[in-house]
């Protein structure tokens, strides 16, 4: 190794203490600056900032560093107006006015195009925001706990397993905190055990509040340890006097010692066993169970974006690929001739169909199995897609999915992503046979670092 090189890495060390220059945003939300042409990462630190901060990691590639002071102060820097923002792990760009976080989402999604897909100048336009970027959120699911003797519910803190008591939360629908707060009230008036991780004793684990913007019914799930609830009766009555608006009271059963939040258990405690929920001209039926997107508002100008990306006549062969509940295959359904749409997990392909049935889209199928292995197998028996819309999860596509695209080479590739880095990287493979069009972020998560987009890819000869 070169003499100079070796002196550079081990410029950074645990410890030291140095003036950055912040340059951009990373996309956990974190400043990012250099020092000696290395990358550190600067949670709360803001672009344009000129920080002072301590390094708290030292690895090859990069270092993360703690914000001591804040030297030169940027203009979209705003006071946080949630008092446990520091503490609790939902968001982490409350410290940054609305204008400059969208902004920002929009230079992620442009800086991972240009990084791994090496385009130039990526079409990608500003983001679409929300008018009041706050009470969003349709679902709180709070983890149950004792600290000093006392019943908390809430988030864990970031990287970390200390739950935060959540009193309110400004991105939660208001109706979701007053059932959280009311439910969390009278566990302990009635002594109903909360769960304890370590010991695996006790009852009450998570509490899911879920609220359906369009009709303002709302439902409580109790999460809990075992199928017996001390005093249930008693527990049923109160939620019920003191929520008069709760539509569904369900159970889900969880024994395991698992970080995953459901068991496989649910039961209805009392009233109907789902909500009814509106998202445009579309029904559903949510049961506790239920995928449904988090923020309502936002997932109907998501969807308009694939729609317009789609570009549908009525005559085309739209695949769905990881349609999840069908929503966006239900939306593009009276626009195509046919929709048919591929989900891994059985329960929410029969959801899917129930919602093709409840919406009479008898033009639309859902189909369990993986996209990369089910969309192969239909092209062999001959199924030609004009548009293929995918949604994967944060790993992006399947290799054997991309071959298939590259196989099939359906006229439109329309890829809704929660992850810009995949995004690109997906990109770059299927930009042999097609050409970026358009790329519209919007934003799902305000105050959080999450960007969602929306690309529209057409293939080369129909561009
Ligand atoms: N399009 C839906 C949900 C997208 S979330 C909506 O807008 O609401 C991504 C979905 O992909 C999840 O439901 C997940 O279960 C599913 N999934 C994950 N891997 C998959 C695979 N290999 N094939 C098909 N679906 C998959």
Redesign the pocket.
């Known amino acids: 190794m070169p003499k100079h090189k070796k002196e550079q890495e081990a410029t950074i060390r645990v410890g030291q203490q140095m003036t950055l220059t912040i340059k951009s945003l990373g996309i956990n939300g974190e400043g990012i600056g250099y020092f000696k042409r290395k990358i550190v990462f600067v949670e709360g630190a803001l672009p344009g900032e000129v920080v002072h901060a301590e390094v708290t990691e030292a690895r090859e590639k990069y270092a993360t560093a703690r914000l001591l002071r804040v030297v030169e102060k940027s203009a979209s820097r705003t006071v946080p107006p949630c008092p446990v923002y520091k503490e609790c792990g939902g968001c982490s760009l409350q410290h940054m006015d609305y204008a400059a976080q969208l902004a920002s989402k929009q230079e992620i999604v442009i800086e991972s195009l240009r990084k791994y897909a090496r385009l130039p100048d990526p079409p990608v336009a500003p983001t679409i925001g929300m008018d009041n970027p706050w009470s969003y959120r349709n679902k709180a699911q709070f983890q149950v706990g004792k600290q000093n003797g006392k019943l908390i519910a809430g988030l864990y803190q970031a990287g970390s397993h200390r739950l935060v008591d959540l009193e309110g939360c400004l991105v939660q629908h208001e109706a979701t905190t007053k059932i959280v707060q009311a439910a969390k009230k009278i566990i302990e008036e009635l002594g109903i055990p909360v769960y304890d991780e370590r010991k695996r004793t006790g009852v009450i684990r998570t509490i899911v509040a879920r609220v359906a913007f369009a009709t303002g019914e709302t439902q409580l799930t109790l999460v809990t340890a075992t199928k017996e609830i001390p005093r249930v009766k008693e527990l049923i009555l109160e939620l019920r006097t003191r929520l008069p608006e709760l539509v569904s009271i369900a159970q889900n059963v969880n024994p395991q010692k698992t970080s995953l939040i459901f068991g496989n258990q649910t039961v209805s405690l009392w009233g109907r066993p789902s909500i009814a929920e509106k998202l445009g001209e579309l029904s559903f039926d949510l049961s506790a169970r239920a ?3 988090l923020n309502p508002e936002q ?1 109907k100008k ?2 308009d974006e694939v729609k317009k990306a789609a570009a549908l006549t009525g005559k085309e062969l739209v695949l ?10 239900l939306w593009l359904a009276p626009y195509a001739r046919e929709v048919r749409g ?4 059985p329960e ?1 392909v029969e959801d899917a169909n129930r919602n093709a049935a409840r919406n009479q889209a008898t033009n639309a199928s859902f189909h369990t ?6 969309m192969p197998k239909w092209a062999k028996q001959g199924t030609r897609p004009d548009v293929v ?1 995918v ?3 944060r ?1 992006g596509l ?1 290799d054997a ?1 991309i071959r298939s695209l590259l196989d099939v080479q359906p006229k439109r590739i329309v890829y ?1 992503s ?1 992850n810009p880095s995949t995004l690109a990287k997906d990109v770059a493979k299927l930009l042999q046979r097609y050409e970026v069009v358009s790329v519209q972020p919007v934003d799902m998560f305000p105050h959080t670092s999450h960007v969602e987009c929306c690309s529209l890819l057409v293939r080369k000869d129909e561009f």
């Open positions: 995928f449904f997107q997932t998501l969807y769905d690929l990881y349609c999840g509940t069908g929503t966006i295959g591929i989900e891994l997990i929410a199995g993986r996209a990369e292995v089910l819309v949604d994967p999860p790993t399947d999915l809704v929660c």
